[in-house]
């Protein structure tokens, strides 16, 4: 069985820095396009970034200040947030997508997406 846990949130001051880590078990993390998704209070979850065999892909709030990126040695998936901003307050979830080929417009989708973790809360003070 395939589990996401996601770990790094933490309440920190606007524009530092945090980095968010996502474990995969259960199968190689090079089976799966990686997604970073958010979901702020009385909002809908919204995507963040994505990583596949291709490239990696950035909501335009956040371009610029996100990185994704992926270990596979590690199973591990990051996103590593600087500059951060009181609106990027939100819990934080990984996804897996295990289809190999899509248009990148799709990876913005989280129907997508196979798995989920269960979220990290990020807080960020103003």
């Known amino acids: 069985q395939v589990q996401l846990v996601e770990s790094g949130g933490g309440l920190v001051q606007a524009g530092d820095s945090l980095r968010l880590s996502c474990v995969v078990s259960g199968r190689a993390l090079s089976s799966y396009t990686m997604g970073w998704f958010r979901q702020a209070p009385g909002k809908e979850r919204e995507f963040v970034a994505a990583?596949?065999?291709?490239?990696?892909r950035y909501a335009n709030s956040v371009k610029g200040r996100f990185t994704i990126s992926r270990d596979n040695a590690k199973n591990t998936v990051y996103l590593q947030m600087n500059s951060l901003k009181a609106e990027d307050t939100a819990v934080y979830y990984c996804?897996?997508?295990?289809?190999?080929?899509?248009?990148?417009?799709?990876?913005?989708?989280?129907?997508?997406?196979?798995?989920w973790g269960q979220g990290t809360q990020v807080t960020v003070s103003s």
């Open positions: 996804a897996a997508d295990q289809t190999r080929y899509r248009l990148w417009v799709e990876y913005h989708q989280e129907e997508k997406y196979d798995y």
């Open positions: 990583i596949s065999w291709s490239g990696t």
